[in-house]
């Protein structure tokens, strides 16, 4: 059984700086991609970032490009979302999630975690 755990969140001020981390655990799960997405109150899902985990290629939203960097670490199976100079529209539940490549997409999800901007 494959399982996310995602952990860092929180409240930060404006300006200020988080770091996600998303813990993957599966006797043989192996990711192809894995991504963070968030979701505002009152909005729709949206994606954040994505890394390829074998090659390490990224893409990041527009949004949060030159702010936020995924990132992972394939020996603790752990994928991070580096978060700095956030902003109040940054408050979100955020996810993480997981493809094995095939045609389910991102297949598995965390239970989601608050980030909370104060401006």
């Known amino acids: 059984q494959v399982q996310l755990v995602e952990s860092g969140g929180g409240l930060v001020q404006a300006g200020g700086s988080l770091r996600l981390s998303c813990a993957h655990s599966?006797?043989?799960?192996?990711?192809?991609?894995m991504a963070w997405f968030r979701q505002a109150p009152g909005k729709e899902r949206e994606f954040v970032a994505r890394?390829?985990?074998?090659?390490?290629?990224?893409n990041h939203a527009d949004s949060v490009k030159g702010r936020f960097t995924i990132s992972r670490d394939d020996a603790k199976n752990t994928m991070y979302l580096q978060m700095n100079g956030l902003k109040p529209e940054d408050t979100a539940i955020y996810f993480c999630a997981a493809s094995e490549g095939d045609v389910r997409g991102y297949a598995y999800w965390g239970q989601g975690i608050q980030v909370t901007v104060s401006s």
């Open positions: 890394i390829f985990w074998s090659g390490g290629g990224t």
């Open positions: 599966g006797r043989t799960f192996r990711p192809v991609a």
